[in-house]
Nanobody
Framework: QVQLVESGGGLVQAGGSLRLSCAASGRTFSSYPMGWFRQAPGKEREFVAAVSRSAKSTYYRDSVKGRFTISRDNAKNTVYLQMNSLKPEDTAIYYC????????????????????WGQGTQVTVSS
């Protein structure tokens, strides 16, 4: 059974930083690409960032490029999302996800490319 457990969310002022972590168990972590998604109140869940198995490739939604960094530590079975220069519009529940067989360099932004999801961690950015 795969488990993904996010942590690191919280309340921060605009311009501040947070680092989210997602600890994985139940699979050979290094064999799977990983992603972060978020869902703001009243909105659809949206892609934020993804990282390939070896971390050689990373992908971001345009609105977070230059501010967020996704990374992974395969020895610790953990993926991270460093979020800097946070804005109120970054307020959302953030979810990590484990890539499925449908994951590819062209489908990393699709929810269907991920097979397991964490429970989410709340990030609130005050203005």
């Amino acid at each position: 059974q795969v488990q993904l457990v996010e942590s690191g969310g919280g309340l921060v002022q605009a311009g501040g930083s947070l680092r989210l972590s997602c600890a994985a168990s139940g699979r050979t972590f290094s064999s799977y690409p990983m992603g972060w998604f978020r869902q703001a109140p009243g909105k659809e869940r949206e892609f934020v960032a993804a990282v390939s198995r070896s971390a050689k490739s990373t992908y971001y939604r345009d609105s977070v490029k230059g501010r967020f960094t996704i990374s992974r530590d395969n020895a610790k079975n953990t993926v991270y999302l460093q979020m800097n220069s946070l804005k109120p519009e970054d307020t959302a529940i953030y979810y990590c996800a484990l890539g499925s067989i449908l994951y590819s360099s062209s489908r990393y932004g699709e929810e269907s490319a991920y097979s397991y999801w964490g429970q989410g961690t709340q990030v609130t950015v005050s203005s």
